[in-house]
């Protein structure tokens, strides 16, 4: 009766070892699973990164390209227009001051 107990309890722990042996291979491929996907995504996400950086560069460099020249004539442009309205007075000046000494 021992002998067949022992014999019994040996056989149904065996059982338990190879179910969790089981189980665990199934967690273990469930692990390998979830990590191969969150790899997959992470790199996915990590080239989204890449190409929105290259964008912002390559909008900035256009950007700068174009409108760097027409603020740089504007500046020309406003500075000149105010060069003439500064030389228009100094010559009114000089006018009204010859006339002032001619009379």
Known sequence: MK?????KLDEEIKL??????????????KYENQTNIFRDRWHLVAQQIKTQNEMINNISATTLSCIMPMGIDLLRTTSEAFQSLRNKEQNEETKNKLNDSAE
């Open 16 to 29: 338990i070892r190879e179910d969790f042996k089981k189980e665990l291979n199934k967690l273990n491929a």
């Open 3 to 7: 002998l067949y107990l022992r014999k």
